[in-house]
């Protein structure tokens, strides 16, 4: 039988998190993408003594996604702990940007389930993406 879509997505999400390295924050998040291979790809935070040098879960899932051969984010789940909707920072929106449509589903996961579905257009409205730098810089 396949499994629900986001479902997939937020099982892996959630195994990811159990992974973060966050030393500092103790606020780990796991991030799963449905890319155009079909392929679910993960990813957590990991932190760094010097803080700035941290990356989010969302640039994790992503470096998977390429490394792994996918090139488009079908859907991206990030999941967080807490009670306030753990929505992309505003640099994760634009690495989404990059491999992903205005109308991508972003959806919002708490540990027990969806919290929220939101598009990146939503998220990050009046984007600059690659299509800015082509012949042209059409949308
Ligand atoms: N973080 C993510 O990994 N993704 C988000 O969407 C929000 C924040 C991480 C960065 C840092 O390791 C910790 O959460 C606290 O900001």
Not at 12 to 21: L, R, S, T
Not at 73 to 92: D, K, N, Q
Request: with cysteine; net charge neutral.
């Amino acid at each position: 039988m396949t499994r629900d879509p986001i479902e997939a997505l937020f099982e892996a999400a959630k195994a990811a998190q159990a992974q973060a390295y966050v030393p500092y924050s103790r606020f780990p998040v796991g991030a799963a993408i449905r890319a155009d291979d079909g392929r679910v790809y993960a990813g957590v935070n990991v932190e760094n003594a010097a803080y700035p040098l941290g990356t989010c879960a969302e640039a994790g899932a992503i470096a998977a996604m390429v490394l792994g051969g996918g090139r488009r984010i079908e859907a991206i789940l990030v999941l967080g702990p807490g009670e306030a909707l753990c929505t992309p920072c505003g640099g994760c929106r634009q690495r989404i940007r990059e491999f992903a449509a205005p109308d991508c589903p972003v959806l919002i996961a708490g540990p027990t389930g969806i919290r929220a579905r939101l598009t990146l257009a939503a998220l990050l409205p009046h984007a600059f993406g690659p299509a800015n730098l082509a012949p042209g810089g059409a949308a």
